[in-house]
């Protein structure tokens, strides 16, 4: 068995898909995910542990302490954002690898097995930054997405998540392992701890979340030679929608809601043509559901006055709504049982972002826990945790972990399927 | 010598790349455009006619009447838009073909060679659909642009017109012919002589254009985990900006000023993530230049507000200037005789659009003329103009190449170059 210190194997990851400005980009079914999948199995392969992949290209490395046991899983994703930091995702799984080698050692040392397995996974595609919907292949290992369905799923190219995983190498046909319980480590996109001050949270709960899915059907012209009365503009009355997304924020109150347009589809999008359709993603999130399901039914509304006052078609369609979803109190008290141990502080807090952790939590007991992130930015370049702040992350996970492995959330009902 | 009705060519032409809807997807530099310019050149080889290809791609079928004279040039272009119309630019090639074929025959008849040769022309990317910017070929013909600087410019896809031309086996190397005058035939693209039930159009001078290159930075953000107060983001901003491109032609008499944005690049363009960069192209249009250098200037300031209000940097740049363009009185005189002798109406009118006229007439004296379009719809699959109103334009354009192939427009000074 080789053993290498965090930082160690950080390093190397860090420099793979790395972008100039310190960040990396590692899109889901690329040749940098490839790389990083490579890595992976290189580490797992070299502590003796068995690498399996599933049909939705989630990537498992086993270590089997009771044959036949069903398995206590760790881990995050690997994939990035484009542009997007080195921490999000790969923190996780980077501190599962290292934490379930301890924890090895530890029952090694003791000369005990613990009561299930240990696999330490990483998630195809949490970003959706190529494919949508994000969390996807989680969300197929729980049951709450259908394999053939995602694997149909393009990107804007029009490569489907079937051909980009065969062509990393990626489409693969074994068993996942029967999850027994989940733990997930995760930078926390937010300033919260930071700002107190606090090296470690435990989720005890999700935001509610919903995608709204607008196409603004319009008239292709010239811009040049058709009168302004005349035109129907996918991109005006886009704009007006985008700027709604936004600013309906400011009606509810502040920071209750958070609300953006992230992707955006123009055609023809030609320099001298009016453009006929533009196809937009928007956001909503909110602890409340309430909140979230008024915003929507009044963009909904405006999309349709829009629609009247510029002469275009507006077709909106609701997807991917995830309701808040709690993980369980036994968790969050381990959580700080551990931080107890390890005489570090903790918070119990919420997460605005989705997370592989919240498919899983409807499959098996599941604990999630953040460490700080600077600034509270993510999804870009600048993403920054500090390395104590990391390391203390791998201690209280090696902690969760090896209690788990023992079976201490044993009888807890995961949480209902959304 | 073969002779082939002018609906017959018609009817072959509007097939190739032909979308179900009706129009016509010839981008410049693609598999579409080469099948469209292998039948310019078949229709010219089999009437025993030269063609020849010059270093940007412009296609020309030469007919000699005086070896080592100079060349009337008549033409278009065979490119279109996005699901454009088959109309815009392939009208005036397809009547050029037919036109310059009557002429020969007329010369023939009467035993006696025109002082000029001819050659019908299809200019390179006239659209700029897919390669900023449009009149491309034309302008670099003219002087106006850079061969070397337009070949190295790139599609959204990051293709070089070199590699472009290359691949469709259209970089040529050929010297063009020397003009001694062009004459080009094009569909309104307006309302003007369809409501005034006038056949042909004297284009006396061209609108005042100019285009803006705005680029938006912001910062790139998780749009759940960031609060709404920190976002720095770039497409929220952007869509004022477009906002403020369509609604500042309010400020002026109705339809004194026309103002679009086409073409708009966001990145990362992901669901999830607040966007960094938007690159968007505005397009001013005005009869008065004043009108436009105003909005110009408002516009401008209107940006710096906008990237104080949001946070974000916006960088605006001119482009694409072209000043009004007058063509020559005796050009518009003789398209009146034309009529007088077809008797047909007629009258003199403006252009909006942009064509390869105007860079022509900056070197040799120039003639424009239109032809009718229903509902003055362009740029869209819906674009029609009635077959009468096509065999009109070409018995006009026939008469007027005759004449100016006898040089009745010798002496007439060209435009100032822009």
């Known amino acids: 068995m080789a053993s290498t ?61 009771n044959p036949g046991a069903p398995y206590i899983l760790v881990g995050s994703h690997l994939d990035s954002q484009p542009r997007g930091g080195r921490f999000d995702g790969a923190y996780g799984v980077m501190a599962g690898l290292h934490a379930a080698e301890r924890v090895q050692q530890h029952f090694t040392d003791l000369g005990v097995s613990p009561r299930y397995n240990l696999a330490v996974v990483d998630w195809f595609n949490e970003e959706g930054g190529r494919f ?40 693969g046909g074994d068993e996942p392992p029967t999850a027994a319980g989940y733990v997930e480590i995760h930078i926390e996109q937010g300033r919260i701890l930071e700002r107190e001050g606090i090296p470690l949270g435990a989720v005890d709960s999700s935001w509610y979340t919903q995608k709204l899915d607008v196409e603004i059907l319009g008239e292709q012209s010239h811009t040049g030679a058709t009168l302004m009365e005349d035109r129907r503009d996918a991109l005006y009355a886009a ?51 309430a909140i979230v399901q008024d915003a929507r039914n009044r963009l ?88 104590q702040d990391m390391l203390t992350g791998v201690d209280a996970l090696q902690g969760v972990l090896a209690r788990m492995l023992d079976g201490v959330l044993d009888g807890v009902e995961p949480a209902p399927r959304y």
Not at 6 to 12: K, L, Y
Not at 42 to 52: I, K, Q, S
Not at 266 to 279: A, G, L, M
Not at 300 to 318: K, T, Y
């Open 132 to 171: 949508a919907p994000s969390i996807m292949g989680s969300s197929v290992y729980a049951g709450l997405k259908d394999r053939d369905e995602m694997l149909d799923r393009t990107d804007l190219a029009g490569v489907t998540v079937r051909n980009a995983l065969e062509s990393i190498g990626y489409l």
């Open 300 to 387: 909904v509304a405006r999309c349709a006055e829009l629609a009247e006052s510029h002469d275009v078609q507006i077709i909106v369609q609701d997807f991917d709504i995830r309701p808040n979803l709690y993980f369980p109190e036994e968790g969050v008290e381990l959580v700080g049982k551990v931080a107890t141990d390890l005489g570090i502080g903790i918070r119990r807090m919420q997460t605005m972002a989705g997370h592989d952790s919240i498919a899983m939590n409807t499959v098996a007991p599941t604990v999630m826990m953040f460490i700080p992130s600077i600034d509270g930015v993510s999804h870009c370049e600048r993403e920054l945790t500090l390395e």
């Open 239 to 289: 704009s007006y929608v985008i700027i709604a997304f936004n600013e309906i924020t400011r009606d509810y109150p502040p920071e209750s809601l958070v609300s953006s347009v992230g992707q955006i589809v123009v055609e023809p999008n030609s320099p001298i043509v009016v453009n006929r359709r533009v196809h937009l993603v928007g956001d909503l999130r909110a602890n409340d559901p």
């Open 5 to 65: 210190d965090f930082m160690t194997s950080w390093r190397e990851v860090e420099q793979i898909g790395a972008t100039e400005a310190g960040g990396v980009e590692r899109q889901a079914g690329t040749e940098e995910d490839r790389q990083v999948r490579e890595w992976f199995r290189a580490f797992a392969e070299r502590r003796g542990w068995r690498t399996t992949v599933d049909g939705i290209g989630n990537l498992f490395a086993l270590i089997d302490f």
